[in-house]
């Protein structure tokens, strides 16, 4: 009897203890995880400013770049003038510099939007939607585009999309849904091959499953800015 | 009457003004959200990314000033800009495809099943890499180059139908374009697993030489 009696007040403390157990493990874990989130915002912060700061620079420097090239192109234009053969020779550059997408370009075409939903859990990713880029992209120039821009970068020779986390780089540039990818062309080309079934099968099933925000409208009127990074040439010659 | 006119091109201004004001907001809105949801290792690539584009525009300006400078000077002492110009012709052939070229860099070749998709990719990775230039087989890829898909073992280069196996070529910086492509996670690793029946080999080529663009 008096084993009994002691088995059960041993039980009436354990359950308590066991109580106990739990809570301090339970407040020992919030603490351990409010400690890594004071490291990861001691980080974080610092890091979106650097971000921030590099790309206001980037602009800056952009800005920079493209006053320089003008002032390049009407000293030559000026020079021009004086003989025929750099005259030819300017017509020449002239031509190149828009065939590279160094001149703005202006006229009808598409909009495209591209951009994720309202995320269920406020902790979703982001999708990284670098390949849905490439993939209109190369859309625009098969329907014949002759200016493509992504958020205002134009589209080169040079360019590459990629997704850094789910944040997208283009022409080394940080960019962020929602997406406008404009291209300059005939508009019903463009509406034919964006609106091809076999095309972009990927991105409209998404768009169906609503995973994906994705259309495309007619514009009467697109400009497209001229591509103002560097020209990097520094290991191939011309033949 | 006049003051009417007045006020609503006032009123139409303004609007126009705000609708900018919060569109410029809300896209910066965006993008500090989707930056806030990146983790430390992302934003720190992410910055060395945008510090090394930086440094390539610093040293573009760098050179853009002197050239400005020798171009004057050229042409106050009677020489004209002639020179200048070529050089820049010659950059612009490059950068637009619009001359053959060559120069070192890599080759990937390609034996087996491939698709469009597959080597639209690998040119963004090429260019992403520094490629400055790019040709698949005996076509050079152009600023507005498409790829698409063609009939068994083919694929459709700028309208062109073109025939495996494939050797994409890119002249650059050699070490950077060989390790942009076959660092571990890169995309010919990720390639080896989905196109498992596929062979891809990667090599440093000293002189490479390309054609010019053949399509407009």
Redesign the interface.
């Given at each position: 009897m008096t084993d009994a009696r002691a088995f059960q007040k041993g039980f009436v403390l354990l359950v308590p203890a066991v109580l106990f157990g739990i809570l301090v493990a339970a407040q020992w874990g919030t603490f351990a995880a409010a400690d890594r989130r004071d490291v990861?915002i001691r980080?974080?912060e610092p890091?979106?400013a650097?971000?921030e700061g590099?790309?206001a620079?980037?602009d800056a420097?952009?800005e920079?770049?493209a006053g320089?090239?003008t002032?390049?192109d009407d000293?030559?234009r000026?020079?021009?003038t004086?003989?025929g053969?750099?005259q030819d020779?300017?017509q020449?550059?002239d031509d190149?510099?828009a065939?590279?997408?160094?001149t703005a370009a202006r006229g009808e075409g598409l909009v495209v939007q591209l951009d994720a939903p309202p995320p269920i859990a406020p902790?979703d990713?982001?999708t990284c939607f670098a390949?849905d880029l490439?993939?209109i992209t190369?859309?625009a120039?098969?329907a014949g585009?002759?200016a493509v821009s992504i958020n205002g970068e134009r589209?080169?020779?040079?360019?590459?999309?990629?997704c850094?986390?789910?944040?997208i780089?283009v022409n080394?540039?940080?960019?962020?849904?929602?997406f406008e990818i404009r291209a300059i062309g005939d508009p019903a080309a463009l509406l034919a091959t964006f609106d091809d079934p076999a095309q972009l099968r990927d991105l409209k099933r998404r768009r169906d499953e609503r995973s994906v925000i994705f259309h495309a409208t007619r514009a009467p009127l697109i400009e497209i800015g001229p591509y103002t990074?560097?020209?990097?040439?520094?290991?191939?010659?011309?033949? | 009457m006049r003051s009417r006119t007045g006020a609503l091109t006032v009123a139409v201004v303004a609007l126009f003004l705000g609708v900018l004001v919060v569109s410029q907001f809300r896209s910066r809105e965006a993008f500090s959200r989707t930056l806030q949801q990146e983790t430390p290792e992302t934003l720190t690539t992410l910055i060395a990314d945008l510090s090394d584009r930086n440094r390539q525009l610093r040293d573009e300006i760098f050179d853009l000033r002197s050239r400005l400078e020798q171009a004057r000077s050229s042409i106050a002492g009677g020489r004209g800009a002639l020179e200048e110009s070529e050089r820049e012709l010659a950059h612009l052939q490059v950068f637009s495809a619009r001359s053959a070229v060559s120069g070192p860099g890599i080759a990937v070749r390609i034996v087996g099943p491939f698709d469009e998709r597959a080597l639209s990719d690998l040119v963004n990775e090429l260019r992403n890499a520094g490629a400055e230039a790019i040709a698949v087989n005996d076509r050079r890829v152009g600023p507005r180059t498409w790829f698409g898909p063609g009939p068994e073992g083919t694929l459709v280069i700028d309208g062109a139908q073109a025939q495996g196996p494939w050797i994409v070529r890119a002249i650059g910086a050699v070490e950077v374009l060989y390790v942009g492509l076959t660092r571990t996670g890169g995309i010919v690793g990720q390639f080896q697993l989905i196109y498992d029946r596929t062979r891809f080999d990667v090599t440093r080529e000293p002189l490479l030489r390309l054609p010019a663009l053949s399509s407009p």
């Open positions: 990861t980080y974080v890091l979106h650097s971000i590099l790309q620079q980037q420097f952009k920079q770049l320089l090239r002032e390049l000293l030559q000026t020079a021009a004086q003989s053969a750099t020779l300017q020449r550059l190149l510099r065939l590279a997408g160094l902790l990713r982001p390949p490439t993939d190369n859309m120039w098969r585009a002759a589209v080169v020779g040079s360019s590459s999309v990629y850094v986390g789910s944040t780089v080394g540039t940080v960019a962020s849904a929602p990074g560097p020209i990097a040439v520094g290991s191939a010659r011309t033949e | -």
